[in-house]
């Protein structure tokens, strides 16, 4: 059995389309597009050799591995690790990488702390916080949107809807950044989230007991659960961890990223300030044009044919949503950024049984924000260039300078 990148190099089928390409170059990273093209163009699989992996980014074939869990599975491993022959960089999370039945349990229980009706009574203070936010930016003008807005706005909101007391920025950003790092391949990227993961790790965990939380947050419901016999104590910790890994970081990327779509279409944005309740189909938009997670692996667990493609079993699939969500035979028009769009079936959430817990979460966090902008903001404009900051599984900005001009002045 020959391991590459920590997973079996399984034996593919020479009708696949070989391409050597680095999926995980900081240049491609920064500006995946042009490889979405040629990866869709390529077929529905390619197998890169480097990595010894199959890569899909059509619609169809992206969907049908993502909504399979019992042909491909998610407890090897979410990156290009298999858990089944390497170690995890931490101990695996209990909801993202396990299977049913398991998976049904810790599942319940975290769609019922991140509930609608949790949501219903957050969406006032949401508001509140966005609407303060926005009119202090307007009167700055100038300011990088993703320290001052994108990641100002979650982390001022999130933590404390779990209950967290006390608020480090950088920690919980970078804790949820280097979660996506670590499902690359050895690069630059993943080793300096390996050496700095572990270092925030101890921060993050004592943040996720119970003593640290305060009442009548998702932390609550948890360990209510854990109250109820549902789950054991540790169990409730480890979820804490997986709202804290997965509920920042993409956040701060899905609105920052919005707001980049808002700024480089003005006709789009005009539109939303037009009619605000727009707010959360521009927000789904961005969703599909821009994918905060732009790929995320599956294993698949037997022999199996996709698309009409032979997969071996053990074989690692990168699926690279971002491809998925712009392929022209599922989205006409898929190159543009449509505030209108409604581009229901987007895979910036994933699909089936593994698809995101915390999509209304980050749905009301950003019609918040978006319809706070709406209401005050009357342009906004690029200040510099916007700089993208490469990771192995997030499309984010690195920054972004803009102003904001008020609205009717
Ligand atoms: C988790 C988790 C879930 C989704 C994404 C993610 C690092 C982590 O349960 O820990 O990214």
């Given at each position: 059995?020959?391991?590459?990148?920590d997973?079996?190099a399984t034996?593919i089928s020479?009708d696949?389309?070989v391409?050597d390409i680095d999926?995980?170059?900081?240049e491609?990273?920064r500006?995946?597009?042009?490889?979405y093209?040629e990866?869709r163009?390529?077929?529905p699989?390619v197998h890169?050799?480097?990595?010894?992996?199959?890569?899909?980014?059509?619609f169809?074939e992206?969907r049908?591995?993502?909504?399979?869990?019992q042909?491909f599975?998610?407890s090897r491993?979410?990156?290009l690790?298999?858990?089944?022959?390497?170690?995890?960089?931490r101990?695996?999370s209990?909801?993202?990488e396990?299977e049913?039945p398991y998976?049904?349990?810790?599942?319940t229980?975290?769609?019922?702390?991140l509930s609608?009706?949790?949501?219903?009574?957050l969406?006032d203070?949401?508001?509140?916080?966005?609407n303060?936010l926005?009119?202090d930016?307007v009167?700055?003008g100038?300011f990088?949107?993703v320290p001052d807005?994108?990641?100002?706005?979650?982390?001022s909101?999130?933590?404390?809807?779990?209950g967290l007391?006390?608020i480090d920025?950088?920690a919980l950003?970078d804790?949820?950044a280097?979660?996506?790092?670590?499902?690359?391949?050895?690069?630059?990227?993943?080793?300096a989230?390996?050496?700095r993961?572990?270092?925030?790790m101890?921060w993050i965990?004592?943040?996720?007991?119970?003593?640290a939380?305060?009442?009548?947050g998702?932390g609550?419901t948890?360990?209510a659960?854990?109250?109820?016999?549902?789950?054991?104590?540790?169990?409730a910790?480890m979820?804490?961890r997986s709202?804290?890994?997965?509920?920042?970081d993409?956040t701060v990327?899905g609105?920052g990223n919005?707001v980049w779509c808002?700024?480089?279409?003005p006709?789009?944005?005009?539109k939303l300030?037009?009619d605000p309740?727009?707010?959360r189909?521009?927000f789904e938009e961005?969703?599909?044009y821009t994918s905060p997670?732009?790929?995320?692996?599956?294993?698949a667990s037997?022999?199996t044919?996709?698309?009409?493609?032979?997969?071996p079993?053990?074989?690692k699939?990168?699926c690279v949503?971002g491809a998925?969500?712009l392929?022209e035979?599922q989205w006409?028009e898929?190159?543009?950024y449509k505030?209108?769009?409604?581009?229901v079936?987007?895979?910036?959430?994933?699909?089936?049984?593994?698809g995101?817990?915390?999509?209304?979460?980050a749905?009301a966090?950003?019609?918040a924000?978006?319809?706070?902008?709406?209401s005050?903001v009357?342009?906004?404009e690029?200040?510099?260039?916007?700089?993208?900051?490469p990771?192995?599984?997030?499309h984010?900005?690195d920054?972004?300078?803009?102003?904001f001009?008020?609205r009717?002045?």
């Open positions: 059995m020959q391991l590459v990148a997973h079996i034996k020479a696949i389309p391409w999926p995980y170059d900081a491609i990273l500006n995946p597009a042009p490889y093209v990866l163009k390529r077929g699989f890169i050799p480097r990595y010894a992996i199959l890569a899909c980014g059509r169809n992206t049908e591995v993502f909504s399979d869990w042909r599975v998610s491993g979410v990156g690790t298999d858990f089944q022959v390497a170690p995890s960089w101990k695996p209990i909801v993202l396990v049913p998976h049904t349990r810790t599942r229980v975290i769609s019922r702390a609608p009706r949790a949501m219903s009574v969406k203070a949401f508001a509140e916080r966005a303060a926005v009119d930016l009167e700055r100038e990088d949107v807005l994108a990641e100002a706005f979650p982390v909101v999130f933590p404390a809807a779990v007391q006390e920025t950088r950003v804790f949820g280097f979660g996506f790092n670590a499902l690359g391949p050895d690069n630059a990227l993943r080793s989230a390996l050496e993961g572990p270092q925030i101890p965990m004592k943040h996720c007991k119970r003593e939380l305060a009442p009548g998702f609550e948890i360990y659960a854990a109250d109820a016999g549902e789950l054991t104590e540790d169990e910790a979820l804490v709202l804290l890994s997965a509920g920042v993409t990327t609105i919005a808002l700024a480089s279409n006709g789009e944005f005009e300030k037009r309740k727009l707010a189909p521009a961005a969703l599909r997670v732009h790929s995320f692996c599956r294993t037997v022999d044919t996709v698309g009409g493609v032979d997969i079993q053990d074989t699939i990168l949503l998925a969500n392929d035979d006409p898929a190159r543009y505030v209108d769009r409604r581009p079936g987007h895979l910036a959430f994933g699909v089936g049984i593994h995101c817990v915390g999509q209304n979460v749905r966090e950003a019609e924000v978006l319809t706070a902008i709406a005050k009357g342009s906004i690029f200040v510099s260039e916007p700089v993208w900051r990771n192995n599984a997030i984010a900005l920054s972004m300078r803009v102003r001009t008020l009717n002045s």
